[in-house]
């Protein structure tokens, strides 16, 4: 079945410094892939997405390409801010799907300044 | 801009209780959708709902789970005798048009079964 492997954390970084949290996929059909944050308190809200092979999406400075040959979707940031702190989900909706969304366990970042 | 909203916000019950966790989706919004986070797992999705009916559920969403929409705003999933494995957060979520749009997701209700 369709699944998404995320890298664990937390990831603790300083301000300004780079951020990849790496994402795998697994699935049949053609996948769309999500990149979700969730803020202290808040719900989850979209980041980024990419619906077909080679599309970039990025947001806020973040990125994520999706990559169908080692199908991947990796989150990049060149230069993080304490503000990026949250927990960051990788997600997808399978081929065929009704549209569910299958994530991943979640990566915490925290940034220290 | 509008948004999802979910009521209450932490919900504590006692193993065999019936919880009702309730949802308002943004108001021109076609198809809602119930996920749940354990803590430390993954967030899992459990139910879709479309014209009032269910269109996919999860084997996590067995007979204890239901889903309804009373009203016109409202959309409500009813535990009807919790278990200590339960306890998780709730995350509603609603989309404006099926497949691979944007999913909206509230804030979530934690619930916490005693």
């Known amino acids: 079945g369709n699944s998404v492997t995320q890298m664990e954390g937390p990831v603790t970084l300083s301000e300004e410094a780079f951020l990849t949290i790496n994402c795998t996929y697994t699935?049949?059909?053609?996948?769309?892939l999500f990149w979700y944050v969730q803020y202290p308190g808040e719900g989850l809200q979209l980041l980024l997405k990419?619906?077909?092979?080679?599309d970039k999406g990025s947001n806020k400075g973040f990125e994520a390409t999706y990559r169908k040959e080692t199908t991947s979707f990796h989150l990049e940031k060149g230069s993080v801010q304490v503000s990026d702190s949250a927990v960051y989900f990788c997600?997808?909706?399978?081929?065929?799907?009704?549209?569910?969304?299958?994530f991943g366990k979640g990566t915490k970042l925290s940034v220290k300044p | 801009e509008p948004e999802v909203t979910q009521t209450p916000s932490h919900q504590v019950t006692q193993m065999g209780q019936e919880v009702i966790l309730r949802c308002v989706p943004i108001?021109?919004?076609?198809?809602f959708y119930w996920y749940r986070q354990i803590l430390g797992q993954k967030v899992e999705f459990l139910v879709s709902?479309?014209?009032?009916?269910?269109?996919?559920k999860s084997e996590i969403f067995d007979d204890q789970f239901s889903v309804e929409r009373p009203d016109g705003s409202n959309f409500t999933l009813k535990i009807r005798s919790t278990k200590l494995e339960d306890s998780a957060m709730y995350f509603c979520?609603?989309?404006?048009?099926?497949?691979?749009?944007?999913?909206?997701f509230g804030p979530g209700t934690r619930l916490l079964v005693l």
């Open positions: 997600a997808l909706i399978g081929g065929g799907s009704q549209g569910n969304l299958i």
């Open positions: 699935a049949t059909g053609y996948p769309s």
């Open positions: 990419a619906t077909k092979a080679d």
């Open positions: 108001s021109n919004h076609l198809y």
């Open positions: 709902f479309y014209n009032n009916e269910i269109s996919e």
């Open positions: 979520a609603s989309i404006l048009d099926q497949g691979r749009e944007t999913q909206y």
